[in-house]
């Protein structure tokens, strides 16, 4: 195994903290030096907040640890492709690298639908590395949404018996 897929199963460990929580399974982990100084997964339904995402959550967990926002010399590992927010905060932060696992097609801003972490002109640029553990990130988002689309479809045939 190598280290990015190491960091990177620890990213899905984080995301089956969300899907315990019904949220949509998104992980993700920071590291420094070689060690992890930060954890975060999907919050949003659970803290009714927009920005609780896995990557913000990590960020503001690692800021804390370093007491810097700058988050100069870090690696991110998360299990999604960032949206513009989350894509936003990392260059930011001053990130050095972020390492994905599955690509977001609908909503990705590492290089889906933008890249804004190789973007000319910003102050800030970050490494991107694309496809690490990637069947097993895309399987677990796959799967969350085919349960979603199942149960949708359960309380509809529910609803209308109730009618009936």
């Known amino acids: 195994m190598t280290e990015q897929e190491k960091y ?3 990213a899905i460990r984080q995301a089956k903290k969300a899907l315990a929580l019904k949220e ?18 999907n919050r949003r339904n659970t803290d009714k907040n927009t920005l609780s995402h896995a990557e913000l959550n990590a ?6 640890k370093q007491g810097d926002w700058r988050l100069e010399g870090c690696t991110m590992y998360v299990t999604l492709e960032p949206c513009q927010m989350c894509a936003g905060a990392l260059v930011q932060s001053r990130i050095d690298e972020v390492v994905i696992g599955s690509m977001n097609p609908k909503a990705g801003c590492a290089g889906s639908v933008l890249n804004l972490l190789e973007m000319d002109g910003f102050n800030h640029k970050v490494k991107v590395t694309r496809g690490v553990l990637e069947e097993e990130c895309s399987h677990m988002l796959s799967a969350f949404f085919a349960d ?16 009936d």
């Not at 920071?30 to 100084?37: D, L």
């Not at 960020?59 to 804390?64: D, L, P, T, V």
């Not at 979603?148 to 009618?163: D, P, V, Y």
């Open 8 to 10: 990177m199963k620890e």
């Open 59 to 64: 960020i503001k967990k690692a800021s804390k």
């Open 148 to 163: 979603l689309r199942e149960e949708k479809k359960r309380l509809k045939i529910l609803a209308r018996q109730k009618m």
């Open 24 to 41: 949509v399974p998104i992980g993700c982990v920071i590291v420094y030096e070689g060690k992890i100084i930060a954890r975060g997964y």
